[in-house]
């Protein structure tokens, strides 16, 4: 239940497990003598977790969303599928590591798993652009969509970036266009399309590998058309205001359900899914294959029926001629 | 994904097109010239002096290209709705209000169908003035529908782009109009109707990540401000000087981003041989 890295609000629970280590760390026995109390401390930080994760705000979660510990694509890829092969580049101009995808089998079944990867340490950060494609990452991901397509594989992507990289060469080399035309293509292919948000749902960056027949958020994952500190940045003046940018964007899974954008939330242990990523992996296994039994008893065509309509009837607004 | 409003496009070099309205006349921002207003208007909103291209309202890029100026209105009396009760220093319901004082229109684009040199096509065109052209779900259900008319009556389609991206106020709903609007050209790719997509400065964020780069053949007006991020965001995240040129419509012709730049009086027969050409099989 622990973490080497808390969260500023998470202060009071960090509190209580310094205080355990000290008497734990008191003398050689330290343990043994100071047990009971010990057992006591331990108990109140489970509470104490508890209860600052019953009522989250916004900006917490996505604090949560972005936890350095948190299990990233190739981390549920590799816990939730078998005998994964990773397939490498856009065959164009290179191979982006912050998408990473390949063909798996999910409960026996071949498919294709791709999605944005962020790095676990500074040198992992920077060769995967911390989850930040440019163009040949998205191309890379159509060509592995094509790839299921032709081979009638169901397709599974994972979302987890701030978005798109925002480089001079991302736009000399068609950022726009690559995310574009996957959007186009995605919503035509003739395959079962699931999309899982698993941390950072990042603007168009996201959305380009998330047009999906089902879309299923973890509990403490955002989706959002901007980050909240752009956001505050021009909205409010004031990068600062990102929490108050947060809450006004509704970028939570309950949010996102209601608006019709998610299908499900697959609930993480309290204090996010990095403090017991088995039981989610497990749990996102469960999902995953219910939710690609659902689809493949649906004929093609009316699964790519299905999906037009998905996205066509997303929107609000006020129609005085119907 | 980020749209500007002109103050957060006003530092720097990337405001020329605002007009000064001094009456009478104008003022050009990039030679700095004063114009009497009509002669800029005869000119097609041009620069008489440098060629600098205004930006023009939808209606007024409407009339200037179907023919006779003469064209059908659809979906005219859908609204924009405040979903989410957004409030940042304003709240989005007023400035949905004020927005649609000032543009003196109900939201960000205007749709029709009519000719272009006697080939029919249904056409869409971005109202910048109208909160910085931003996409929301109104944006989005009128490009779609748009399209869709297309698909019926057999014809191409033809958007104008000026916008600065999704619509912030409208939250994941803007973001959903990529998706949603990219989906409806898959379908008019399968009919085998054309679309024509014109950049006309600026266009930024999820418009550009969505239907204005999908076009069948992309033209853009001269010097406009064309991309993914702003030039802002970009310049802050790399810390360089963003080299010269960096965005406009000349450098992403060099780049294999639009197929060709097309100045503005040149605009209509230019879209009318294309209509041309490409509807050969579908009349
Ligand atoms: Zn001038």
């Keep these: 239940m622990t973490t080497r890295h808390w969260l500023e609000f998470e202060k009071p629970v960090e509190d209580v497990y310094r205080k355990i280590d000290e008497l734990a ?13 010990i057992q006591k401390l331990e108990k109140k930080a489970e509470h104490l977790l508890k209860e600052i994760y019953s009522k989250l705000t916004p900006w917490q979660i996505t604090m949560v969303a972005r936890h350095a510990e948190r299990p990233y694509t190739l981390d549920y890829i590799k816990n939730i599928f078998d005998g994964f092969i990773e397939l490498h580049g856009d065959r164009r101009f290179k191979d982006d590591p912050a998408i990473a995808g390949g063909i798996a089998r999910l409960d026996g079944i071949p498919v294709v798993a791709l999605g944005h990867q962020k790095g676990r340490n500074t040198k992992e950060k920077i060769r995967r652009n911390f989850g930040m494609p440019n163009p040949e990452g998205y191309r890379k991901a159509l060509r592995l969509m094509e790839l299921a397509e032709r081979f009638s594989m169901p397709l599974f992507t994972f979302i987890d970036t701030p978005g798109a990289y925002p480089g001079v060469g991302a736009e000399e080399r068609g950022q726009s266009e690559a995310i574009a035309y996957n959007l186009l293509r995605m919503s035509e292919l003739k395959i079962p399309v699931v999309a899982t948000v698993i941390g950072e ?4 960056g996201a959305l380009a590998i998330g047009v999906a027949d089902r879309v299923l958020m973890l509990e403490y994952s955002t989706y959002s058309v901007i980050s909240p500190e752009g956001c505050a940045a021009i909205l409010w003046k004031d ?10 964007l509704k970028i939570n899974a309950p949010e996102l359900l209601r608006l019709g954008v998610a299908n499900t939330i697959i609930k993480e242990p309290i204090g996010g899914a990095h403090r017991e ?14 939710t690609l039994k659902d689809l493949s008893a649906m004929p093609v065509d009316k699964l790519v ?18 | 994904m980020i749209w500007f409003k002109k103050d957060i496009l006003a530092n720097g070099e990337d405001v020329k097109s605002v007009r000064v309205p001094l009456g009478l006349w104008i003022k050009c921002e990039d030679c700095g010239d004063i114009i009497y207003k009509k002669d800029a208007e005869k000119n097609f909103d041009v620069c008489p002096k440098c060629g600098h291209h205004f930006r023009v309202s939808a209606r007024v890029r409407l009339s200037m290209t179907m023919d006779d100026g003469v064209f059908k209105e659809h979906d005219a009396d859908i609204e924009p709705v405040d979903a989410l009760e957004f409030k940042d220093l304003k709240k989005y319901k007023d400035r949905i209000r004020s927005s649609q004082k ?12 009519g000719h272009i040199n006697g080939h029919r096509a249904s056409v869409a065109a971005f109202d910048f003035s109208f909160m910085g052209g931003s996409m929301g779900s109104v944006v989005g259900e009128k490009i779609t529908r748009a399209v869709e008319r297309a698909i019926r009556l057999k014809c191409a389609v033809i ?11 409208e939250g994941i709903l803007s973001l959903m109009q990529m998706a949603k ?3 409806a050209l898959a379908r008019l790719k399968s009919a085998g109707l054309p679309y024509i997509s014109v950049l006309t400065d600026p266009t930024m964020g999820g418009v550009t990540a969505s239907f204005a780069m999908l076009g069948d053949v992309i033209v853009a007006e001269p010097k406009a401000l064309i991309g993914f991020a702003g030039p802002r965001v970009i310049a802050e995240t790399i810390r360089q000087k963003l080299p010269e040129g960096f965005q406009r419509s000349e450098y992403l012709l060099e780049h294999g981003m639009v197929d060709m730049i097309v100045e503005r009086k040149m605009m209509k027969d230019t879209l009318g041989n294309l209509l041309a050409m490409l509807s050969r099989g579908k009349r």
């Design chain 1, 25 to 37: 760390g008191s003398s050689a026995d330290g343990s043994y003598r100071h047990g009971e109390e």
């Design chain 1, 201 to 204: 749902g990042g603007s168009g």
């Design chain 1, 239 to 248: 990068g600062a205001k990102a929490d108050i940018a947060a809450k006004s």
């Design chain 1, 277 to 290: 990523p088995e039981t989610v992996y497990k749990d996102m296994k469960t999902a995953l294959v219910a």
């Design chain 1, 305 to 322: 029926e299905q999906r037009y309509q998905r996205f066509r009837s997303i929107g609000a607004f006020y129609d005085k001629g119907a």
């Design chain 2, 102 to 113: 000032d543009a003196d229109i109900k939201d960000a684009l205007i749709s029709c169908d």
């Design chain 2, 159 to 169: 958007i104008f782009s000026a916008s600065g991206g999704a619509r912030m106020q």
């Design chain 2, 181 to 183: 609007t990219s989906a």
